[in-house]
DNA sequence: AGGAATTTGTGCGTATGTATC
DNA sequence: AGATACATACGCACAAATTCC
């Protein structure tokens, strides 16, 4: 069996469970087989089917009991990621979107934290909504070098970083900045926070495992609207 | 072998070596022997002890390079379940201290995340402090039935919390809620922010695994005095 | 109530792949 | 290129928790 060069079976495993979890599938609450079966027909051993459980556990999206089964904990998003730190209505919940405002190459501002290599950076300002409301701006900086050219629809759903960011891959870092920050004076009108004013703001610093790449955003948000919501464990 | 009603063999070893590293004994950037020699000598298998170094390398005290070694990341403190978010100088840093203001057990405000079962919980109060000037001020609930009496020196440091907490034993979920809030007006005149003015806030709740008890806690601080860091990876 | 069956958790040993030195 | 060290994968035996009869 040559595996070389290809992903480890325990992780192509918890990829293919994870799909069919988000593609409703796997219902949440739904009672997996046991293991011995299921890795006889996965054609696995159930040592690696383990290993792959795990790492569902570890993301929350399974619950692992003991003499009893493995159960789908649909919950809180499969966006691991992206699930770690979410904006959400202060009722909880409410349904996302951007809209990018701008997006420029040009000169690193001089006092962003230093990241990367080249000298130059993209700009990008969006716009985002919680149930069509506007809650948030932000912006984030990519390196220069990380690409050439840059679109609106590049950012919108970028499969590449789907699967990168899903599997884990390349983030190997991220730092976050919380505190309070006067209100950008480039927040639309529709932002209803003069600007100026004091707003909630978190600053996020992310490197990849090569430790070169390095992305830095800005968000700013009315607590009376918005909050930022951080959930952790499989409770 | 009996080992009945002990904790695992893995989890042992990954509490030793981290008791280890935290005394010093193991210092940041030091490479441990090679994982058949350590099994040996700590009369493991290599894969029970690759499961305990897993244990470390998740909390991120360890630093495991394929075909180089293991190598210890003293970092960020070894309290592991604290230092997820650490309020730190905007310089980065700083000695934290807290002080108790006000221990008292009484009626659950109605305008409080629903916790626990009892009607009344302790209500503890806190100056916190930063290479000694103070940055913020904090609220946190305990449960009401939780402990029959509470004292400022339980708060101090309670050994059993410190093993429950670095044992990952009970707590299953954090839950953390960012955003602005006005500044209480019981906090004291050092700190030099006018009560009502908005502030940073932080709300946490927190579940164990028996999913009934929950604190709940609110920060409010100065950004420009100090901001929260959370980190995550192994970068 | 109690014991058997089921299911996951722990632990061991071994072989092979792959990255680093 | 060779040696070293961690990563993956398999299989087995027993313990512990849950469920079912």
């Known amino acids: 069996m040559p595996t070389s060069s290809t992903l480890p079976k325990y992780i192509q495993v918890s990829e293919r469970l994870i799909r069919e979890i988000a593609a409703g599938h796997l219902a949440d609450g739904a009672r997996l087989?046991?293991?011995?079966?299921m890795a006889r027909d996965l054609n696995l051993s159930v040592g690696t089917l383990r290993k792959a459980l795990a790492v569902l556990?570890?993301?929350?999206?399974?619950?692992?009991?003991?003499?009893s089964g493995n159960y789908v904990r649909q919950r809180a998003g499969v966006t691991s990621v992206y699930g770690f730190f979410r904006l959400e209505l202060p009722r909880g919940g409410g349904l996302p979107t951007a809209q990018v405002l701008d997006v420029t190459l040009r000169d690193k501002p001089g006092d962003a934290p230093a990241f990367g290599t080249a000298t130059t950076g993209w700009r990008i300002r969006r716009l985002r909504r919680l149930d069509g409301t506007v809650v948030a701006v932000e912006e984030i900086w990519l390196d220069g070098d990380r690409a050439t050219t840059l679109t609106a629809q590049d950012l919108s759903e970028s499969l590449y970083q789907y699967y990168r960011d899903r599997l884990g891959l390349t983030i190997a870092a991220?730092?976050?900045?919380?505190?309070?920050?006067?209100?950008?004076?480039?927040?639309?009108?529709a932002f209803d926070l003069a600007p100026g004013k004091l707003a909630a703001h978190i600053s996020r610093v992310s490197r990849d495992s090569a430790g070169a790449r390095v992305e830095f955003s800005r968000t700013w948000f009315d607590y009376h609207k918005a909050r930022y919501v951080s959930r952790m464990g499989r409770g």
Chains 1, 2 share one sequence.
Request: glycine fraction near 10%; charge should be negative; avoid cysteine.
């Open 57 to 67: 556990a570890d993301k929350g999206l399974l619950s692992r009991v003991q003499g």
């Open 33 to 37: 087989p046991n293991e011995r079966d």
């Open 174 to 189: 991220v730092e976050d900045r919380l505190g309070v920050a006067p209100v950008p004076d480039w927040a639309p009108a």
